[in-house]
T-cell receptor
Framework: AQRVTQPEKLLSVFKGAPVELKCNYS??????LFWYVQYSRQRLQLLLR?????SIKGFTADLNKGETSFHLKKPFAQEEDSAMYYC?????????????WGLGTSLAVNP | DTEVTQTPKHLVMGMTNKKSLKCEQH?????MYWYKQKAKKPPELMFV???????INESVPSRFSPECPNSSLLNLHLHALQPEDSALYLC???????????????FGPGTRLTVL
């Protein structure tokens, strides 16, 4: 079954501490994974997609097919990183392509 | 214009009312989506349009009726809703549905719907 699991509902860290938001997936096909972020009172926006292998706002995520994971990491958390983070997996083919979403992790970065 | 816009921002309606939500994008995207999002939950896909044709309906009740009049515009017509339909309704668009490079979704700010 296709599934995205974010095991932590809430993650609380202090400013300057490293942060890792976990995402595991289950999918028989070739995975296409994304991290989306939703700041308070702002629209849901793309943070990272695995095919780009980029770093946005200091965040990185590496696809590990052996562990079926796509964890989001940042070495030094900032207060403005406080938000809800969703991991999402693209499934299907052609006009049936769609995202399935993890339940999200709420990150709180404390001063 | 590089944003997805949605109107209205807020909508309060009774269970017998008929209303519509509107979504617009001018990025040349050919895939458009409606999602429903409850507080602190991920978005739930409702409908996907690809090249103005409905390609996915996630078994949404018929009291929700989508419409895609042209490649820039997506409507969601609402009729006889229930209080449990109260939620944030999100529209998104992507270049197309061909692959991860081009079907990265860009979201609007949402319409906060309250059904009394």
């Amino acid at each position: 079954a296709q599934r995205v699991t974010q095991p932590e509902k809430l993650l609380s860290v202090f400013k300057g501490a490293p942060v890792e938001l976990k995402c595991n997936y289950s999918y028989s096909g070739s995975p296409e994974l994304f991290w989306y972020v939703q700041y308070s009172r702002q629209r849901l926006q793309l943070l990272l997609r695995h095919i780009s292998r980029e770093s946005i706002k200091g965040f990185t995520a590496d696809l590990n097919k052996g562990e079926t994971s796509f964890h989001l990491k940042k070495p030094f958390a900032q207060e403005e990183d406080s938000a809800m983070y969703y991991c999402a997996l693209n499934i299907g083919a052609g006009n049936n392509r769609k995202l399935i979403w993890g339940l999200g992790t709420s990150l709180a970065v404390n001063p | 214009d590089t944003e997805v816009t949605q109107t209205p921002k807020h909508l309060v309606m009774g269970m017998t009312n008929k209303k519509s939500l509107k979504c617009e994008q001018h990025m040349g995207h050919r895939a458009m989506y409606w999602y429903k999002q409850k507080a602190k939950k991920p978005p739930e896909l409702m409908f996907v349009y690809s090249y103005e044709k409905l390609s996915i309906n996630e078994s949404v009740p018929s009291r929700f009726s989508p419409e895609c009049p042209n490649s820039s515009l997506l409507n969601l017509h609402l009729h006889a809703l229930q209080p449990e339909d109260s939620a944030l309704y999100l529209c998104a668009s992507s270049q197309d549905l061909a692959g991860a490079q081009t079907d990265t979704q860009y979201f609007g700010p949402g319409t906060r719907l309250t059904v009394l």
